[in-house]
């Protein structure tokens, strides 16, 4: 019988769609924009898998940090080994990792981003492994499976042989909010992984010829750019480039908006984007994968959310990368949250490359025939 400690940071992941770029220490701020909280949800996808699964035991905290996942998955076997108080903080993480080293626990298994990361592995080190279920904003570290169904595919079928090192990044937080990428290694965990199943540390290109290769991408999009078309720039010094290359300013981090040379929006929101396709403008998506990782979708990018990618259309999203970076990445992912918005990218995917140059990438399948 298998023991997993389980838990949920209930706020991960506010920010993102509202356009914080993160929820540590702005939780009241992410609710007063209108966010809405999003980890139990993918929790639940990876509950709800484990739930039939035999010779799973969970031990768990009150409340809304894990009792009541499980029992909305249908998840029998477990026992409560943490009590909190009020609305969960970071100590409440750190003293359930405790309590899991404590109760029995072989693994932690748990729901949030990197700070939720950071809190765990502060109280359980390299002595207990852990596995993240993604739904924070960034999500650097490379402690956390593919999408929440991976995360129950590897729990389900882990064994020692199958842990390795894996690295946790600490994101300087303010600093990312100004449009700035600052990070750190904070710890080596250990991870249950398969191959393509947990995803790398974010890695940052900053060589002379991805410089060079960023500018031939932006000269050839804005070639075949439309006039009176909206098109939205996701994060990353790619689109940045693009940007540049049209004229305009790009936040780096954030989400911006260009017609026809000119800014419309920038570092916008979910809902501010929404408004916008709404007006029924033609629209398209210029979105670049994260560093190493391969996230098209799902990493940073949350204001893209799936209605506003249902309403641009698959087809319109065209997908930018530097050879090197592509080199590094040899599956994309796709993890926008809705089953039916990742499907309709296929097996395969187009990315501009270079100068009327493009290679098909292979996307991740999603185990078990589920999508997040």
């Known amino acids: 019988m298998r023991c997993i400690g389980f838990l949920i940071n209930p706020v991960a992941g506010m920010g993102g769609a509202v356009g914080l770029k993160g929820t540590d220490g702005n939780v009241e701020e992410a609710r007063r924009r209108g966010a809405v909280p999003l980890a139990n949800n993918r929790a639940h996808i990876t509950l709800s898998l484990l739930a039939v699964e035999p010779g799973i035991r969970f031990i768990t905290c009150s409340g809304q940090m894990g009792e009541e996942a499980l029992i909305q998955a249908g998840v029998k076997d477990y026992r409560v080994v943490y009590h909190y108080m009020g609305e969960s903080r970071a100590d409440d993480t750190r003293q359930a990792a405790v309590a899991f ?186 979105i670049s994968p994260i560093g190493a990782q391969g996230f098209i979708l799902g990493r940073g990018n949350q204001q893209i959310s799936p209605r506003v990618v249902r309403k641009v259309g698959p087809g319109n999203i065209i997908v930018v990368a530097t050879p090197h970076k592509l080199r590094e990445t040899p599956l994309l992912y796709v993890d926008s949250g809705d089953s039916s918005i990742d499907a309709a990218f296929g097996d395969t995917i187009l990315v501009v490359s270079g100068y009327r140059m493009a290679q098909r990438k292979r996307l991740y399948q999603h185990p078990r025939g589920q999508k997040s």
């Open 101 to 286: 080293k404590n109760g029995g626990a072989e693994l932690v298994l748990f729901c949030g981003g990197d700070g939720t990361a950071r809190d765990v592995f502060d109280s359980t080190g390299r002595e207990l492994p852990i596995l993240g279920i993604p739904a924070g904003v960034k999500m650097y570290s490379a402690v956390f499976a593919i999408d929440p169904a991976t995360a129950a595919e590897l729990i389900s079928g882990y064994d020692v042989s199958s842990f390795r090192d894996s690295e946790i990044m600490d994101v300087d937080e303010e600093a990312y909010r100004a449009g700035e990428l600052k990070t750190r290694l904070y710890g080596i965990a250990r991870t249950p992984v398969r191959a393509g199943k947990v995803q790398l540390s974010k890695q940052v290109f900053e060589e002379a010829d991805e410089e060079r290769a960023k500018g031939e991408i932006a000269r050839f999009i804005h070639e075949i750019m439309i006039p009176d078309v909206l098109y939205i720039l996701g994060a990353g010094t790619t689109t940045e480039a693009i940007a540049r290359e049209t004229g305009v300013k790009k936040t780096l981090l954030g989400i911006d908006v260009i017609k026809n040379g000119e800014t419309v929006a920038s570092d916008i929101n979910e809902q501010t984007l929404w408004d916008l396709l709404l007006q029924g403008v033609e629209a398209k998506i210029l």
